[in-house]
C-alpha cells in the first residue's frame, strides 16, 4: 500500500511550505508552537513510512495514531492522534467512500469528546467535522470519488475560514477572548491543509 507513505510525504511538503504563516497563525492567539509540533509528528511518520506500507489499513492507522501521540505533544498531538486510533478501530480492510467515511467520523467524534469541543468553538473541528459531514453526505448519494473530493476541499477551506471571525471557547485562544477574533484558529488551518493535501493526491489518480 503506497497511498498513506504517498500522503504523509505530501502532507510533510504543504505543511513546510506554510510552516511561517502557521507559526504566525499560532503565535497570534497561541504560544506559536504549532507548526513545530506537527511537523515533530510527521518526521515521525516518515521514518516509519515503510513499516506502514506494509501494514492493513486498521493496524497502519492504529500505527498512526500511536506516533502521533508519542511524539507530537501539544492539544493537537493527544487530538490528532485520538482521530488516528479511533478510525483505526472503526475501519475494516476494505477502504472505500462509504467505509472511509464511517471511519473519518468516528475519529472525529472521538475528537469531540476528548477535546469537549463542538463546532463553532475556533477548533481543528471547525474543519473536520464539515469535512466528516461532507463525506457522509457524498457517500449517501452515491457520488463519484472526484466528486466527492472536491467537495471535501470546499467544505474543509470554508471551515478553516469560517474560525476567522469565531471567539474561541476551548484551548489557548480561549484566554484571548474577544481578541481572538480576527486571525484563523491554526489546528483548523492545518487540517485542512492536510485534508486538501490528501485530497489533492487522490484526485491526480481519478
Ligand atoms: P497547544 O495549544 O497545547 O500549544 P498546539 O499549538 O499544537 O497545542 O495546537 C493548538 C491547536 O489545537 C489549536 O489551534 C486548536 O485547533 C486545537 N485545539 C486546542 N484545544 C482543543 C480542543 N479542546 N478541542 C479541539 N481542538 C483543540
Ligand atoms: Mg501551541
Known sequence: MSL???????????????????????????????????????????AINEELSKLSWPMALQKVGMTLMSTMGGASGSLFGTLFVKMAKASSAEMNLATFSDAFSAGVESVQQRGKAELGEKTMLDTLIPVANSLQLSANSKLSMTEALQAVKQVAIAGMESTKELQATKGRASFLGERAIGHIDPGARTSQLMICAIADLLLTKQ
Do not use: C, M, S
Open 4 to 46: 498513506l507513505p504517498n500522503a504523509i510525504t505530501a502532507i510533510q511538503q504543504t505543511i513546510k511550505n506554510h510552516e511561517a504563516e502557521i507559526t504566525e497563525l499560532d503565535k497570534a492567539i497561541g504560544d506559536g508552537d504549532h507548526v513545530i509540533n506537527l511537523q515533530r509528528g510527521l518526521a515521525a511518520l516518515a
